[in-house]
């Protein structure tokens, strides 16, 4: 009784509201329902090539072969003994299958206009630098290359002949690091003083995957400096970096299992970061910003919410956390796929563009010297030809 009085109208006769612009999933399904598109006019799918069908590759073939506006023509890997399986289990029989010494024939194909590369890193600069040169617009897992060299070629070559090449940083089509860049940018913690992410790898990669991976600073440290810059708005130009390795089999390939860093920004902020090839309670993944007027974090997700929590005797229990990357991250890996879309279709703005991937390897590059040679790394930045913002 006692509340009553605030019972008001009957919902019926109050104005409608929608639902919160951070529920981005309703949005999209009710555009679907609705036919509503944000692009003029209904483009006809792009014809696609998919180079590499392993752990990011599988990710990527899930979302394409789903995705109505690509038409999958040809799948390339080396494990010929999958090919009968998967055409069958994904009902491919208009696909071909090749092995990467017969690619040429994706590269020739006039009908293909896009390529997805998630094969291993040593072997993305030349299918980048072949499908291009073939007029194919390309989508290449991080990193583009094995050095800032071969990636500079990349992009000048995509650059010549007017195609887009996408540097694959699924963090940035997070939705949750996505709001939280939103509401850093909006002034919600005011003037950053200090972001913190933390990054551990689950489960622990194949040593035969680290052998070829370029090592934990290109493999999966790029992604933590681009996402500080990418939330900052700017670059470093000071990089410090420690790392050990506690795991023998990754010592003994000279990586690094276990990483911190410090980057230092020109407007003052600092990143500090910790990064571990190894978390046993699943994939750790968390962000965190501080400024002068208040704290704003992503914290770990997880595949239950709603079971949050059993209470025992002996105390709690929580649901464990996602396991790894294909979970943690699968919103993001379809809605980049869309993204590159839109840049390849309808010509939006790109979002990861050349010189942030160039700026990225030349950071990880910087971090890497720091640990090996314990020294703090200056960066200048005068020659890159960066635009003001980062972002
Ligand atoms: N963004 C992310 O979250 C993420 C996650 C994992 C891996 N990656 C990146 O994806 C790439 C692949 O990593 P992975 O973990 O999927 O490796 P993987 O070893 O699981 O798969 C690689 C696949 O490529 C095939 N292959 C080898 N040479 C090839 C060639 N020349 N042409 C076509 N296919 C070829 C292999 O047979 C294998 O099936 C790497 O560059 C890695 O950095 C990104």
């Known amino acids: 009784m006692a509340t009553k009085k605030f019972a008001g109208e009957s919902p019926y006769k109050v104005a409608k509201k929608t639902h919160h612009a951070s529920d981005w999933i309703l949005t999209d399904f009710v555009n679907k329902v609705n036919l509503v598109s944000d692009k003029p006019g209904v483009k006809p799918p792009v014809v696609a090539a998919i ?43 208009d696909v071909t299958f090749l092995t990467s010494k017969d690619s040429d024939r994706v590269f020739k194909d006039k009908a293909v206009s896009t390529v997805f590369i998630a094969s291993p890193t040593f072997t993305h600069h030349e299918i980048v630098v072949k499908s291009i040169a073939n007029n194919k617009d390309v989508f290449c897992e991080k990193p583009i290359a094995e050095s ?76 933590d400096f681009d996402m500080a810059c990418w939330v900052l708005g700017e670059l470093p130009v000071r990089v410090q970096a420690t790392a050990t390795a506690l795991i023998p089999e990754i010592k003994a390939i000279d990586d690094f299992d276990n990483i911190a860093f410090l980057m230092t920004f020109p407007s003052g902020a600092i990143a500090i970061g910790d990064n571990s090839r190894f978390s046993v309670y699943g994939y750790d993944q968390r962000l965190e910003v501080f400024g002068n007027k ?36 699968k919103d993001a890996y379809a809605r980049e796929v869309e993204h590159f879309l839109d840049v390849v279709q309808y010509g939006v703005p790109q979002e990861v563009t050349g010189w942030q991937t160039l700026a990225i390897s030349k950071i990880a590059t910087a971090a890497e010297e720091s640990a090996r040679t314990n020294k703090t790394i200056e960066i200048d930045w005068s020659k890159d030809d960066i635009p003001n913002i980062y972002s």
């Open 294 to 329: 208040g704290m704003i974090k992503v914290e770990n997700e997880k595949p239950s919410a709603s079971t949050d929590y059993v209470i025992e005797q002996d105390g709690c229990k929580s649901h464990p956390i996602y396991y790894s990357f294909p979970s943690r991250y």
């Open 51 to 93: 180079f590499g069908i392993g752990r990011a590759g599988s990710i990527h073939l899930c979302n394409i072969i789903r995705n109505p506006r690509v038409l999958l023509k040809y799948i390339v890997d080396d494990r010929k003994e999958r090919f009968d399986e998967l055409r069958s289990f994904w009902n491919l029989s």
């Open 148 to 223: 800032i060299a071969e990636t500079k070629k990349c992009y000048d070559t995509a650059n010549a002949k007017g195609r887009v090449l996408f540097a694959a940083f699924n963090r940035r089509f997070d939705p949750s690091y996505r709001n939280l860049k939103m509401k850093v940018r909006e002034g919600l913690v005011g003037h950053v003083q200090v972001l913190k992410v933390t990054a551990r790898d689950s489960p622990l990669p194949t040593i035969d995957y680290l052998r070829t991976s370029g090592g934990v600073f290109h493999d999966c440290l790029v992604h």
